[in-house]
């Protein structure tokens, strides 16, 4: 079955640029999407298709992907955005959608 | 204000049976492709199942399928999840969750429930 492998955490101070990376075999040829999860909280979409942000996320939060890996950028980093984040595609052998084991983002 | 709001969990025992229920508002329930998707301490976020807007597709994660259902009623705004012949291993945290295509399917998922939590034990 089709994996994404994301590193456990990631740290950083506020104001400084996170990037969380995700990998996958041939991931350039799946669209990414990627999500946010606050402790207790259901997770909410903040990109994609690999760039794209849905209405009302913040332009810190940026997307990208080279040929097997993707990550998502958040620029100017808060306090609230400490949460947990989870890469997702759709793997068309299977026929079903994938998410990664999800990064912890700690905000110093 | 898009909300989907899950209701039916509880304690279960192995062997036994669990409904899920799912109540939508704020849009039309209708155009879109509705997903559950569970979460687990030691599985994460898991894909369980997908049903298309006007119900005539539906699709299930290997671990669950010929054991749970799931199914829609587009005149009451609500889907279900039927759950039957419950392993310890389906505990988790299960969500109600819109898929962000209309009339199709895009696999990226725009609206979560709040989720309602399954425990199968004895």
């Known amino acids: 079955s089709y994996v994404l492998t994301q590193p456990p955490s990631v740290s950083v101070a506020p104001g400084q640029t996170a990037r969380m990376t995700c990998g996958g075999s041939?991931?350039?040829?799946?669209?990414v999407h990627w999500y946010q999860q606050k402790p207790g909280q259901a997770p909410v979409l903040v990109v994609y298709?690999?760039?794209d942000r849905p209405s009302g996320i913040p332009e810190r939060y940026s997307g990208s992907k080279s040929e097997n890996t993707a990550t998502l950028t958040i620029s100017r980093v808060e306090a609230g955005d400490e949460a947990d984040y989870y890469c997702q595609v759709y793997d068309s052998d299977s026929d079903r959608p994938v998410f990664g084991g999800g990064t912890k983002l700690t905000v110093l | 204000q898009v909300v989907l709001v899950e209701s039916g969990g509880g304690v279960v025992q192995p062997g036994r049976s669990l409904r899920l229920s799912c109540a939508a508002s704020g849009f039309s329930f209708g155009d879109y492709a509705i997903h559950w998707v569970r979460q687990t301490p030691d599985k994460g976020l898991e894909w369980v199942a997908l049903i298309s807007h006007d119900g005539s597709d539906k699709y299930y994660a290997d671990s669950v399928k010929g054991r749970f259902i799931i199914s829609r009623d587009n005149s009451k705004d609500t889907l279900a999840l039927q759950m039957d012949s419950l392993r310890p291993e389906d505990t988790g945290v299960y969500f109600c969750?819109?898929?962000?295509?209309?009339?199709?399917?895009?696999?990226?998922?725009?609206?979560w429930g709040t989720g309602t939590t399954v425990t199968v034990s004895s």
């Open positions: 969750v819109r898929d962000r295509a209309l009339l199709m399917v895009f696999y990226s998922m725009d609206v």
């Open positions: 298709d690999d760039s």
């Open positions: 041939n991931l350039i040829f799946k669209s």
